[in-house]
């Protein structure tokens, strides 16, 4: 079965997951969807969105496992739906592809219809984030003596980046002429200009 979701086969454990969403009552369901929709919206509050989880499992009876299995898989769809940009009307007829009830579907489109700009943003934010600029050191230089005669009395500068990998940082190293560096300082007042823009 194709999704618009993704394009690889979906895991047996999603399936299932989605279909386990099913024995939620409407109240039950709606309300960990608003969880989830918060948490997707705001990922910064994942410690609120586990302690909530684990009062919602207590007041519905729930096994706290299972919750956090239907939880990380219904993550796992918005997720890639968000990644491929689908429409609410796809994320539908995906959602009941996996065995979801037509009419929590329909709540979750809605959701998702309600919500889409809050969660591209957040997406944008989590991309810009990677790669994320933490220091920079310089310093300019005169060449006092080479073998070159034409490059004694250039100026240059030596750069020191340290960039945010997600992971871990990295530090980069350049050495620009000065038309180089001017050309660089006006990239890099470019980006930022266009970070204020949408920021």
């Not at 919206?41 to 499992?57: G, N």
């Not at 006092?144 to 240059?156: M, P």
């Not at 940082?169 to 823009?197: C, D, G, V, W």
């Amino acid at each position: 079965m194709s999704y618009h979701f993704t394009s690889e086969p979906v895991e047996d454990q999603i399936v299932t997951d989605a279909t386990n969403l099913n024995r939620f009552d409407d109240e039950g369901f709606k309300e960990l969807m608003t969880l989830i929709f918060e948490f997707l919206v705001d990922p910064q509050q994942s410690a609120q969105l586990i302690s909530q989880l684990e009062s919602f499992a207590g007041e519905r009876g729930v096994g706290a496992g299972a919750l956090k299995n239907v939880v990380r898989s219904i993550i796992f769809v918005f997720k890639c739906a968000l990644k491929k940009s689908i429409t609410p009307a796809h994320l539908h007829s995906d959602l009941s592809a996996l065995g979801l009830s037509t009419e929590k579907a329909d709540h979750i489109a809605e959701l998702w219809k309600t919500n889409l700009v809050g969660l591209s943003r957040t997406a944008v934010a989590q991309t810009l984030n990677v790669n994320q600029l933490v220091d920079m050191e310089w310093r300019f230089g005169v060449t006092a003596g080479s073998s070159d005669l034409r490059k004694v009395g250039n100026t240059f500068l030596q750069v020191k980046l340290v960039v945010d990998r997600g992971t871990h940082t990295e530090s980069i190293y350049m050495e620009l002429t000065l038309p180089q560096f001017y050309n660089f300082l006006h990239e890099m007042e470019k980006a930022r200009a266009t970070l204020e823009y949408f920021g």
